[in-house]
């Protein structure tokens, strides 16, 4: 054991002054699942901020491979105080946060970095989704950005929108709502299985964030071909907090986390474009590039992804102001729902 | 010999058990129909290229069935796995003692588990949770789980009674508890598993 | 080192004393788990996450492989499968030095590939092979040694309840380590044949040779054996191609062994007492089921304990900081392994130790696949070793209650089954020395997965 003060001693309930009497001492544990990987670099790089800008005296330890809770009940962590920070997704949990699913609706115009940024801050601050997490207690900080998805698939490339009719896709929520409108058939799958699905033909085709997770699960090993620019949507995994513990902050606290929140978004976009610079070259020399014009996408948007962002708004409006989100996340990119 | 709590904890353990054997018939028909729906699922695949939808979602939803509500009945019949090095050498007073004191201890974390799963099923129930592909609700499944663990705790208590009933008077005939499963019992339980039938085969062939 | 670190050992050293005072293990580790998470994180926060987790631990898809293959277990003894198969080796190699010893060691490893389950393997072996064995003379101690080792390759050769664990435990692919177990089990059918042919040829009193059968003989023996490799086949082929998950894999392999027992029944009309002993193979199964799904969310509550104390980062960098060779701390851990399962369960000695000794081992630079392997081997080892070997008691419980044919005996006393092990322990260590050596016998198959 080390003679060193060790910021890990006191814990959170008991607050000791540091030298620095400007920073009191805290611990907040962290939930995450998997290893390290370019979507958790938000996180890391916003531990390793707060301990730099308070000398030490805020700690985030990081708990990642489920190893505080299982991945799908993060919320449940932190609506009962287990932990202050974690990462969720809301397309694990569809009913946990059914307004963020307006995240997961087809063809919002996301293309860009600034766009993504630009819709996700905007629903973020929606009263629906504001107090939808509030019932678990928790605040959404940050967005991790998830990129759009692209379809990855083997045999034949789809070259017209006809070819997608009777193949065998694997895409989640309001992609897959698309896809079926397309005529294609939805299977579901864990992501791990995807890689012997795609290549034993029991999926034609699946969709994930572009680049990142296709080359992750290794589905370019067994694809002959893949989408660009159809960016058929995304979803939407932000960092949260538990209410209780960020009010329970100094205010010189909350000033840290607004002040280094452009720093972890911009570390995140990077993240994923340093992953694209390695990914992309790779996969245009072995695979084929089915790529989508503008206008093509347009018209997908235009005709199925209205569709089912209509019928999402009549299955939710109800509940919530499902109409205002999607109008609001169209106005936050510079265009118009209609 | 003054036996005056061993009738009641007789008609007890039979009523009880009677709702455990119903729990773990349900968790057993679960499994036949976890078979049929996987087969169901490859041929729907492979024959007529439709997938189930939402199969994993109904697998985890049914699980539960067979991963906690015949909980009780294997507490009854003694089959949660334990190190018996030391219990086994125990006698008397003391054996009821050690036993007695492992119920006590039970009790407890089930009775703080009752309660706190049952919260775990209201936050679903209240806020919303459901599976990721046909967002079927989940606080069904998670409502097995405080049931389950409540007839466990009734066997608990039941059991914990059977030991002191011993503790107090070590000389009445155990009633109410799982046998103490020594090696060479769990080696004979092992072995009755295999008696009933198709062992030796009968083909005739075999014999010659 | 810090105080969540200190309340984390304090927990082990609790916990070890209640499961070594008979205490149930997932009453122990519940208990332990929610007293630490008390003393790290006050009530209100231990007992909300205590109640999360049995929901939350067991319900996950992977896991719901497990009855399925354990269903198939119970349906295969039942559909008669076994008989058959001892009968085709016994044609087939009997020909050999101590050629039926070898033919139990191919007929078990055949049978494990439809069951599970050690000790069943070795109970079923016992009524087969005993008898046959004794009457051609084979020495006791020869006869039981074979059939108390050769059980324990149902949980190495898949389908094996027990990988499944391990997979799930350490989050490593349940497909990948159901195919690593093969070699490695076919590795110990290899050293076990070696070890029969080379004592029986030493000394040709221990057991003869069954010679005799024409080949025609051989071939009629055949289509009985064929539903078990059908078995096989199925369950392997949908493991390898990956043309099915391991749990419909599983579906698939209990709905064919299904098929045979009901055909069975049906020929040999014992329709009417069907109904009944499917339900005895369901509530079985159900049982052993939530015996598994208990220790497993009892367990992972001790886990989630160790999870905010940080034990498991902080035993494994302790470990990695050992600065002895990797090698070294393997065959420690490995010892360990071999006192502990002494005296515990093979299961439960897996869920309770890998929550921290997986992380070192991984930071030691092994594979995971690879390990559980080798835990696996060493948990069955433990299955023949005294005082509390389970294979050894069922085959002295079983010979005790065969009759005795033409005046031959059939009963083996325990000691003498546990001298007859002696070799076969010999074997069994080899093996894993085999594996450490040469690690690419686990990881050559799963690694061409899906190539
Ligand atoms: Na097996
Ligand atoms: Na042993």
Same mark, same amino acid.
Request: glycine share 10%; hydrophobic share 50%; charged share 15%.
């Given at each position: 054991?080390?003679?060193?003060?060790?910021?890990?001693?006191?814990?959170?309930?008991?607050?000791?002054?540091?030298?620095? $009497?400007?920073?009191?001492?805290?611990?907040?544990?962290?939930?995450?699942?998997?290893?390290?990987?370019?979507?958790?670099?938000?996180?890391?790089?916003?531990? +390793?901020?707060?301990?730099?800008?308070?000398?030490?005296?805020?700690?985030?330890?990081?708990?990642?491979?489920?190893?505080?809770?299982?991945?799908?009940?993060?919320?449940?962590?932190? $609506?009962?105080?287990?932990? @202050?920070?974690?990462?969720?997704?809301?397309?694990?949990?569809?009913?946990?946060?059914?307004?963020?699913?307006?995240?997961?609706?087809?063809?919002?115009?996301?293309?860009?970095?600034?766009?993504?940024?630009?819709? +996700?801050?905007?629903?973020?601050?929606?009263?629906?989704?504001?107090?939808?997490?509030?019932?678990?207690?928790?605040?959404?900080?940050?967005?991790?950005?998830?990129?759009?998805?692209?379809?990855?698939? +083997?045999?034949?490339?789809?070259?017209?929108?006809?070819?997608?009719?009777?193949?065998?896709?694997?895409?989640?929520?309001?992609?897959?709502?698309?896809?079926?409108?397309?005529?294609?058939?939805?299977?579901?799958?864990?992501?791990?299985?995807?890689?012997?699905?795609?290549?034993?033909?029991?999926?034609?085709?699946?969709?994930?964030?572009?680049?990142?997770?296709?080359?992750?699960?290794?589905?370019? @090993?067994?694809?002959?071909?893949?989408?660009?620019?159809?960016?058929?949507?995304?979803?939407?995994?932000?960092?949260?907090?538990?209410?209780?513990?960020?009010?329970?902050?100094?205010?010189?606290?909350?000033?840290?986390?607004?002040?280094?929140?452009?720093?972890?978004?911009?570390?995140?976009?990077?993240?994923?474009?340093?992953?694209?610079?390695?990914?992309?070259?790779?996969?245009?020399?072995?695979?084929?590039?089915?790529?989508?014009?503008?206008?093509? +996408?347009?018209?997908?948007?235009?005709?199925?992804?209205?569709?089912?962002?209509?019928?999402?708004?009549?299955?939710?409006?109800?509940?919530?102001?499902?109409?205002?989100?999607?109008?609001?996340?169209? @106005?936050?990119?510079?265009?118009?729902?209609? | 010999?003054?036996?005056?709590?061993?009738?009641?904890?007789?008609?007890?353990?039979?009523?009880?058990?009677?709702?455990?054997?119903?729990?773990?018939?349900?968790?057993?028909?679960?499994?036949?129909?976890?078979?049929?729906?996987?087969?169901?699922?490859?041929?729907?695949?492979?024959?007529?290229?439709?997938?189930?939808?939402?199969?994993?979602?109904?697998?985890?939803?049914?699980?539960?069935?067979? #991963?906690?509500?015949?909980?009780?009945?294997?507490?009854?019949?003694?089959?949660?796995?334990?190190?018996?090095?030391?219990?086994?050498?125990?006698?008397?007073?003391?054996?009821?003692?050690?036993?007695?004191?492992?119920?006590?201890?039970?009790?407890?974390?089930?009775?703080?588990?009752?309660?706190?799963?049952?919260?775990?099923?209201?936050?679903?129930?209240?806020?919303?949770?459901?599976?990721?592909?046909?967002?079927?609700?989940?606080?069904?499944?998670?409502?097995?789980?405080?049931?389950?663990?409540?007839?466990?705790?009734?066997?608990?208590?039941?059991?914990?009674?059977?030991?002191?009933?011993?503790?107090?008077?070590?000389?009445?005939?155990?009633?109410?508890?799982? #046998?103490?499963?020594?090696?060479?019992?769990?080696?004979?339980?092992?072995?009755?598993?295999?008696?009933?039938?198709?062992?030796?085969?009968?083909?005739? #062939?075999?014999?010659? | 080192?810090?105080?969540?670190?200190?309340?984390?050992?304090?927990?082990?050293?609790?916990?070890?004393?209640?499961?070594?005072?008979?205490?149930?293990?997932? &009453?122990?580790?519940?208990?332990?788990?929610?007293?630490?998470?008390?003393?790290?994180?006050?009530?209100?926060?231990?007992?909300?996450? *205590?109640?999360?987790?049995?929901?939350?631990?067991?319900?996950?898809?992977?896991?719901?492989?497990?009855?399925?293959?354990?269903?198939?277990?119970?349906?295969?003894?039942?559909?008669?499968?076994?008989?058959?198969?001892? !009968?085709?080796?016994?044609?087939?190699?009997?020909?050999?030095?101590?050629?039926?010893?070898?033919?139990?060691?191919?007929?078990?490893?055949?049978?494990?590939?439809?069951?599970?389950?050690?000790?069943?393997?070795?109970?079923?072996?016992? /009524?087969?092979?005993?008898?046959?064995?004794?009457?051609?003379?084979?020495?006791?101690?020869?006869?039981?040694?074979? &059939?108390?080792?050769?059980? =324990?390759? *149902?949980?190495?050769?898949?389908?094996?309840?027990?990988?499944?664990?391990?997979?799930?435990?350490?989050?490593?692919?349940?497909?990948?380590?159901?195919?690593?177990?093969?070699?490695?089990?076919?590795?110990?059918?290899?050293?076990?044949?070696?070890? &029969?042919?080379?004592?029986?040829?030493? /000394?040709?009193?221990?057991?003869?040779?069954?010679?005799?059968?024409?080949?025609?003989? /051989?071939?009629?023996?055949?289509?009985?054996?064929?539903?078990?490799?059908?078995?096989?086949?199925?369950?392997?082929?949908?493991?390898?191609?990956?043309?099915? =998950?391991?749990?419909?894999?599983?579906?698939?392999?209990?709905?064919?062994?299904?098929?045979?027992?009901?055909?069975?029944?049906?020929?040999?009309? !014992?329709?009417?007492?069907?109904?009944?002993? %499917?339900?005895?193979?369901? =509530?079985?199964?159900?049982?052993?089921?939530?015996?598994?799904?208990?220790?497993?969310?009892?367990?992972?509550?001790?886990?989630?304990?160790?999870?905010?104390?940080?034990?498991?980062? !902080?035993? *494994?960098?302790?470990?990695?900081?050992?600065?002895?060779?990797?090698?070294?701390?393997?065959?420690?851990?490995?010892?360990?392994?071999?006192?502990?399962?002494?005296?515990?369960?093979?299961?439960?000695?897996?869920?309770?130790?890998?929550?921290?000794?997986?992380?070192?081992?991984?930071?030691?630079?092994?594979?995971?696949?690879?390990?559980?392997?080798?835990?696996?081997?060493?948990? !069955?080892?433990?299955?023949?070793?005294?005082? &509390?070997?389970?294979?050894?008691?069922?085959?002295?419980?079983?010979?005790?209650?065969?009759?005795?044919?033409?005046?031959?005996?059939?009963?083996?006393?325990?000691?003498?089954?546990?001298?007859?092990?002696?070799?076969?322990?010999?074997?069994?260590?080899?093996?894993?020395?085999?594996? %450490? %050596?040469?690690?690419?016998?686990?990881?050559?198959?799963?690694?061409?997965?899906?190539?």
């Amino acid at each position: 054991c080390g003679s060193n003060e060790s910021p890990q001693e006191a814990g959170k309930d008991a607050p000791a002054l540091t030298h620095d $009497a400007a920073f009191p001492k805290v611990v907040w544990d962290a939930s995450l699942w998997g290893n390290p990987r370019a979507g958790t670099v938000a996180v890391d790089v916003l531990a +390793r901020e707060v301990e730099e800008r308070t000398n030490g005296a805020w700690q985030i330890n990081l708990h990642y491979g489920e190893a505080i809770s299982k991945a799908r009940e993060n919320l449940d962590g932190i $609506a009962i105080g287990a932990f @202050e920070v974690a990462m969720v997704c809301n397309f694990y949990h569809p009913q946990k946060n059914p307004a963020l699913m307006v995240l997961t609706m087809p063809f919002l115009p996301m293309e860009t970095d600034a766009k993504s940024k630009a819709v +996700r801050e905007a629903v973020y601050a929606h009263p629906a989704v504001v107090a939808e997490f509030a019932r678990w207690d928790a605040m959404l900080y940050t967005s991790t950005f998830l990129p759009q998805y692209e379809f990855m698939g +083997r045999g034949e490339a789809p070259s017209s929108m006809a070819d997608w009719v009777g193949m065998t896709v694997r895409a989640g929520g309001g992609i897959g709502d698309a896809m079926v409108l397309l005529g294609a058939t939805p299977t579901s799958s864990t992501a791990t299985e995807v890689y012997t699905g795609v290549q034993q033909g029991t999926m034609d085709a699946a969709a994930f964030p572009f680049s990142y997770s296709h080359v992750a699960y290794r589905i370019h @090993e067994v694809s002959d071909w893949y989408t660009n620019g159809m960016a058929p949507g995304s979803a939407d995994c932000p960092v949260v907090f538990s209410k209780t513990a960020y009010d329970k902050l100094p205010p010189q606290y909350h000033k840290v986390l607004h002040d280094v929140r452009s720093m972890v978004d911009a570390a995140q976009l990077q993240a994923y474009r340093d992953v694209d610079e390695t990914n992309l070259p790779l996969l245009r020399n072995a695979l084929l590039e089915v790529s989508f014009s503008p206008a093509m +996408r347009n018209e997908l948007r235009d005709s199925v992804g209205k569709r089912v962002i209509d019928e999402w708004i009549e299955e939710n409006q109800d509940t919530f102001d499902a109409r205002g989100l999607v109008e609001l996340a169209f @106005e936050a990119a510079g265009s118009t729902f209609k | 010999m003054k036996d005056p709590t061993g009738p009641l904890l007789v008609t007890l353990d039979r009523f009880v058990g009677k709702a455990e054997n119903a729990f773990n018939l349900v968790a057993g028909g679960l499994i036949f129909g976890l078979m049929v729906l996987g087969v169901v699922q490859i041929v729907m695949r492979t024959v007529f290229s439709s997938p189930i939808l939402g199969y994993i979602d109904i697998v985890e939803l049914s699980m539960v069935g067979f #991963a906690v509500l015949a909980i009780a009945f294997v507490q009854r019949v003694g089959g949660h796995v334990r190190m018996e090095l030391v219990i086994q050498v125990l006698r008397g007073r003391t054996l009821w003692f050690f036993e007695a004191l492992g119920s006590c201890l039970a009790i407890f974390i089930v009775a703080v588990l009752i309660p706190y799963s049952f919260d775990h099923f209201q936050r679903a129930f209240q806020f919303g949770d459901s599976t990721i592909d046909l967002e079927l609700a989940t606080w069904p499944a998670k409502l097995v789980v405080p049931m389950a663990l409540s007839l466990l705790l009734v066997r608990l208590v039941i059991q914990l009674a059977g030991y002191t009933r011993l503790f107090v008077n070590p000389r009445l005939p155990p009633l109410a508890i799982p #046998a103490l499963k020594r090696p060479e019992e769990v080696a004979a339980a092992e072995i009755r598993l295999t008696e009933t039938s198709g062992g030796i085969d009968d083909d005739a #062939a075999t014999r010659a | 080192m810090t105080d969540p670190f200190w309340i984390g050992i304090a927990g082990v050293a609790l916990l070890i004393g209640l499961v070594v005072v008979g205490v149930r293990v997932y &009453i122990a580790a519940a208990v332990v788990g929610f007293l630490g998470l008390l003393a790290l994180k006050g009530w209100d926060v231990a007992a909300a996450v *205590a109640g999360t987790i049995p929901h939350s631990k067991t319900v996950t898809y992977p896991l719901s492989v497990l009855p399925l293959f354990i269903l198939i277990g119970f349906l295969a003894f039942h559909a008669g499968l076994t008989g058959k198969l001892f !009968e085709a080796a016994r044609r087939w190699l009997g020909w050999v030095p101590g050629g039926l010893a070898v033919s139990t060691v191919f007929a078990s490893a055949g049978f494990a590939a439809v069951s599970g389950a050690s000790t069943a393997t070795s109970a079923v072996f016992s /009524r087969v092979a005993i008898p046959d064995m004794l009457q051609h003379g084979y020495a006791k101690r020869l006869t039981a040694g074979v &059939i108390a080792a050769g059980g =324990t390759l *149902a949980s190495l050769i898949p389908p094996s309840a027990i990988l499944v664990i391990y997979a799930i435990l350490v989050e490593q692919s349940v497909g990948k380590l159901l195919l690593a177990g093969l070699l490695p089990g076919l590795v110990s059918v290899l050293i076990y044949t070696s070890l &029969i042919i080379g004592m029986c040829a030493w /000394r040709p009193e221990l057991g003869g040779a069954a010679k005799g059968f024409t080949w025609r003989e /051989r071939f009629a023996s055949v289509p009985g054996s064929l539903p078990i490799f059908l078995v096989v086949g199925i369950i392997f082929g949908a493991l390898y191609s990956g043309v099915a =998950t391991p749990t419909e894999a599983g579906a698939l392999g209990a709905a064919v062994v299904f098929a045979l027992y009901v055909y069975r029944a049906w020929r040999q009309g !014992e329709v009417a007492s069907m109904g009944g002993r %499917l339900k005895d193979a369901l =509530t079985e199964t159900a049982k052993l089921t939530v015996m598994i799904f208990t220790l497993i969310w009892g367990v992972f509550l001790f886990v989630r304990f160790l999870g905010f104390a940080g034990l498991p980062n !902080e035993f *494994a960098n302790w470990v990695v900081g050992l600065d002895l060779p990797p090698l070294l701390i393997m065959v420690c851990i490995l010892l360990a392994y071999a006192v502990l399962g002494m005296f515990m369960d093979a299961i439960g000695m897996l869920i309770l130790t890998l929550p921290v000794v997986f992380p070192a081992v991984i930071a030691l630079g092994y594979d995971p696949i690879w390990f559980g392997i080798i835990v696996v081997k060493m948990a !069955e080892i433990c299955l023949i070793t005294p005082p &509390i070997g389970l294979n050894c008691f069922v085959v002295a419980g079983v010979s005790r209650d065969l009759p005795s044919v033409a005046g031959t005996e059939m009963a083996i006393p325990l000691q003498d089954v546990f001298r007859g092990i002696g070799p076969f322990f010999v074997a069994d260590v080899l093996t894993v020395v085999v594996l %450490l %050596l040469v690690p690419g016998i686990v990881l050559w198959l799963p690694n061409q997965m899906g190539q």
